[in-house]
């Protein structure tokens, strides 16, 4: 069932919404009622004051983050409130913002919206109907190609009155399509007029949000400061929230300039994305004095999904005996431990680090119903626990055997081709020097198995061109997916999508199974539907051995200034920088 918020009656389906219900979920209930005075992982008492100061690498040419064209600038998020604001310990879960209320009928066919008359604009000015309709307008034909595709799903926009705007959709529309409208951002109208839209700015924006601009440096620095008159201060789903008194991004023009910078004290807060500098980096006087802290901090959001993907439109790659053979030549261990210093873990599913990840039991009841249909095209593996791959000289023996068994063979040290004597040989694309470590780590395993391996890295044009054609035998990338999967899902893994370039479906998947399964993740109406469709796919994913899964963190590795303080609840999708505060008494 859809929620509103407070009790409404929906003008389309008749249905009265329970009273209880406070936010608007993709999936299940949401979790705070019209009572809650906080979030979870807010703290209400935190101190106001201070200053953060973060590092941007590279430039930008813009203050407005909806265009195309120019590079935005770091924390313009901070500027803009939406109709309804996401909270990070619930998937996919909006709560009143802009929006005082909506109406959504059981088939999600339009949302009405209902504004909050408390809600203005920076300068004073209410925010209305007409500036929701301005956005609305403005983004479909000018916004980020991924807001024109959701806003030309919209069929009529109707103003009802000065705050109370309902938007129908029409063909091609999804259960998703009214969760995105609510997270619309509200442009003035007034400021936005006479202007283009589609083009780079360093005008300063009238906008509704808890900080303004009041510095811009271009390319290399950006000033916010708390809007002391904020209209939304007081509502729920924002106390204890923006605590900061000034937010700073200074600009590097790399990494490791930037590095350099926290370790003087040049910055407040670091996230490190480089497990050797975490590892060894941060072997600073500072930390040893307790002056910054390091912290793993826990999340529950799906990690990347980072992998050597078989391209399985070629051969011989459509053999999955020959895919697994390759999978068994990764000495994971050793890489994790030598590149990664032994903070990773091994990826076992394609969503790694979330409850959608399917476990290494049998399937449960919900799964088997799911799959039983399916059993005589599924391996048996779908339906029993998982049992780890051989390691060693095992996981060798087994990979030769494999590749005997698809008529592969060894003659003078080389494999080739039982029928034809070709070499067994395929060329690794690369997107950056980063990974060519780990990629000739794997050739070496390969090369003990008779088969050439060249490894090309390419630049990020040359590389996107052919990731978008589909034109490699493997390469080195990702997949990742948020805590409510979609109908992204079949672009992910659909046979429709694997013969459409610039789609997402690396590996070419073409199974009627996956097929069937991602449209159950796409039509499920509740948490369960959702989180078991999920677990069943990356089943039937995972059996296919489409990649070879390589690493990630599950956690995100933070390092602070000790005066700057978080709450002791970390939220399902992980550190949230606004609920953050400084103990320091450091004026800005």
């Given at each position: ?8 009656v929906?003008?389309?389906s ?5 009273e209880?219900?406070?936010?608007l979920a993709?999936?299940?209930t ?17 101190p106001?004051g ?7 690498i ?11 064209k ?14 309804m ?11 009143p913002l ?9 088939d999600?066919?339009s949302i ?8 203005k604009f ?10 929701v309709i301005f956005t ?13 595709r959701v806003?030309?799903l ?9 705050h109370?705007?309902?938007?129908a ?23 936005w ?7 780079a ?8 949000g808890?900080?303004k ?11 916010y400061e708390?809007?002391?008159?904020y ?7 924002n106390?204890?929230?923006y ?9 590097y ?16 807060l ?7 500098k ?5 072997d ?17 959001r ?13 051969a ?5 005996r ?7 030549s990764?000495?994971?261990p050793?890489?994790?431990q030598?590149?990664f210093?032994?903070l990773?873990?091994?990826i076992?599913?394609?969503y ?6 399917a476990?290494?039991?049998a399937?449960?009841a919900a799964?088997?119903?799911l799959l ?5 095209q599924l391996?048996?593996?779908?339906f ?7 390691t060693?000289?095992d996981a ?7 590749l ?10 080389v494999?080739?081709?039982?029928k ?13 020097p ?6 000739l780590?794997f050739t ?14 390419l630049?990020?044009?040359?590389f996107?061109?052919r ?24 672009l992910y ?7 459409q ?11 009627p ?6 449209m159950?993740?796409a039509?499920?109406k509740?948490?369960?539907?959702l ?9 039937v994913?995972m059996s296919g ?9 599950g ?7 000790a005066s ?9 999708y ?7 505060w ?7």
């Amino acid at each position: 069932m859809v929620m509103a918020f407070f009790l409404t009656v929906s003008s389309v389906s008749g249905a009265v919404w329970a009273e209880e219900y406070y936010g608007l979920a993709m999936h299940g209930t949401p979790k705070y009622g019209p009572d809650a005075t906080h979030l979870d992982y807010a703290n209400p008492d935190a101190p106001k004051g201070g200053t953060l100061t973060q590092a941007a690498i590279g430039s930008f040419d813009s203050l407005n983050p909806y265009a195309i064209k120019g590079t935005a600038a770091q924390g313009l998020a901070f500027v803009h409130d939406r109709l309804m604001a996401r909270v990070w310990d619930e998937a996919f879960t909006l709560y009143p913002l802009i929006a005082e209320k909506v109406d959504v009928p059981e088939d999600r066919s339009s949302i009405t919206i209902y504004l909050n008359k408390a809600a203005k604009f920076q300068d004073g000015t209410p925010i209305t109907a007409d500036d929701v309709i301005f956005t609305f307008e403005t983004l479909r034909d000018h916004g980020r190609p991924n807001m024109r595709r959701v806003y030309k799903l919209v069929k009529t926009v109707d103003r009802i009155d000065a705050h109370t705007i309902k938007f129908a959709f029409g063909e091609g529309y999804d259960r998703e399509t009214m969760m995105i409208i609510a997270m619309m951002p509200v442009l003035s109208k007034a400021w936005w007029s006479g202007r283009s839209f589609d083009s780079a700015t360093l005008d300063i924006p009238v906008a509704s949000g808890p900080y303004k601009i009041t510095s811009v440096e271009p390319g290399r620095k950006i000033v916010y400061e708390r809007d002391p008159n904020y209209w939304g201060a007081n509502l729920p789903v924002n106390v204890g929230h923006y605590n900061f008194d000034r937010i700073v991004f200074d600009y590097y023009r790399d990494d490791s300039v930037a590095f350099e910078s926290f370790k003087s004290g040049g910055m407040d807060l670091r996230r490190e994305w480089d497990a050797g500098k975490w590892a060894k980096g941060y072997d600073i006087p500072a930390v040893t004095r307790g002056e910054i802290v390091k912290e793993a901090l826990p999340h529950g959001r799906p990690d990347r999904t980072n992998a050597l993907i078989f391209n399985t439109r070629k051969a011989p790659f459509d053999d999955i005996r020959v895919r697994e053979a390759l999978s068994l030549s990764l000495d994971a261990p050793w890489i994790n431990q030598n590149m990664f210093h032994g903070l990773y873990k091994r990826i076992d599913s394609y969503y790694p680090n979330a409850e959608l990840a399917a476990p290494n039991t049998a399937p449960d009841a919900a799964e088997l119903a799911l799959l039983e249909p399916h059993r005589a095209q599924l391996r048996a593996s779908v339906f029993e626990a998982d049992t780890p791959d051989p390691t060693g000289r095992d996981a060798m023996l087994r990979a030769d055997t494999l590749l005997k068994e698809a008529g592969w063979i060894v003659k003078d040290g080389v494999r080739v081709n039982e029928k034809t004597g070709a070499p067994f040989t395929f060329e690794i694309m690369l997107s950056s020097p980063d990974d060519e470590k780990l990629a000739l780590s794997f050739t070496r395993g390969l090369k003990r198995l008779g088969i050439d391996v060249r490894v090309r890295v390419l630049d990020s044009a040359a590389f996107l061109g052919r990731l978008n054609e589909y034109d490699y035998d493997m390469v080195l990338y990702f997949w990742l997916s948020t805590l409510s999967p979609g109908s992204e899902q079949i672009l992910y893994w659909g046979c429709e999508a694997a013969k459409q370039p610039a789609r997402w479906n690396y590996a070419g998947i073409c199974d009627p199974v996956v097929d069937a399964l991602s449209m159950q993740i796409a039509a499920a109406k509740d948490r369960d539907g959702l989180v078991t469709a999920a677990r069943a796919l990356d089943r039937v994913l995972m059996s296919g051995r489409y990649m070879i899964p390589l690493f990630h963190p599950g956690a995100d590795f933070v390092a602070r200034r000790a005066s700057l303080k978080h709450p002791e609840t970390m939220p399902l999708y992980g550190m949230v920088l606004e609920t953050w505060w400084d103990e320091s008494g450091k004026t800005p």
